[in-house]
């Protein structure tokens, strides 16, 4: 089924999220969105993302907030999974997902779905985040970027990471759900591999959708480990 963001009923994978007016008052937040100096040297936390809107959009990754996410990224990233993938569901105000192999928001990674790592990051403008189903457990390959903050996905979804660069064209990624014409990743990279990514196989598109999952009407009118 579909991973959305629980707002408006949509038939692919969404993120399940509350709509952006319905967003409670920012408390102080308990993490940093600053990464510790020892993440942010790591040249394997900088996901780099060439869109087909002729842009470039660096991300900083926090393995020190969510791990097994962060890892699963960057498995992804370094085995070529993402090239070609498409922003299949994107709200101007709320956010931008994608990495759906099969573009239409019910596909994931052949890898094992993720246990989620809910943190303290707020979903402030330009945090990454992993799409789910209203099952916690079915985090896969899906994520989203938000354009704006929406404090209501805070510990119902794993942040895993920040735009530091290149945002502005995160927010000309084409709006639509789907869009008529998708904003894709032309190419996915770090700037330095994982460690483990050289022992790691390299996850291939799903022949078959995965299987859909009960789904949940957006708790937005504003929905991916």
Do not use: C
């Not at 993440?39 to 393995?63: C, E, F, I, K, M």
């Not at 591999?193 to 995965?210: I, S």
């Amino acid at each position: 089924m579909s991973k959305m963001l629980f707002a408006l009923p949509f038939v692919a994978l969404a993120l399940v999220a509350a709509k952006p007016g319905d967003a409670p008052a920012a408390a102080a937040p308990k993490v940093s969105l600053n990464a510790p100096p020892e993440v942010a040297a790591d040249p394997a936390n900088r996901l780099n993302l060439q869109l087909s809107n002729g842009g470039t959009v660096v991300v900083l990754l926090r393995p020190d907030v969510a791990p097994n996410h962060v890892a699963r990224i960057q498995q992804l990233a370094t085995s070529g999974f993402y090239n070609g993938t498409a922003f299949h569901r994107v709200i101007p105000g709320f956010m931008a997902q994608g990495g759906d192999p099969t573009g239409t928001g019910e596909g994931d990674s052949p890898l094992p779905d993720l246990a989620p790592e809910f943190n303290d990051l707020p979903h402030l403008r330009g945090v990454m985040s992993m799409a789910r189903t209203q099952d916690p457990n079915s985090a896969n390959s899906q994520f989203f970027i938000m354009l704006a903050p929406t404090f209501s996905l805070d510990h119902d979804y794993t942040g895993f990471g920040r735009v530091i660069a290149g945002m502005q064209f995160v927010d000309a990624i084409a709006p639509g759900e789907p869009p008529a014409a998708p904003t894709k990743i032309v190419r996915a990279w770090l700037d330095a591999p994982p460690a483990a990514a050289a022992a790691a196989p390299a996850p291939q598109p799903p022949q078959a959708e995965a299987p859909a999952p009960a789904e949940q009407p957006k708790a937005e009118t504003p929905t991916g480990g």
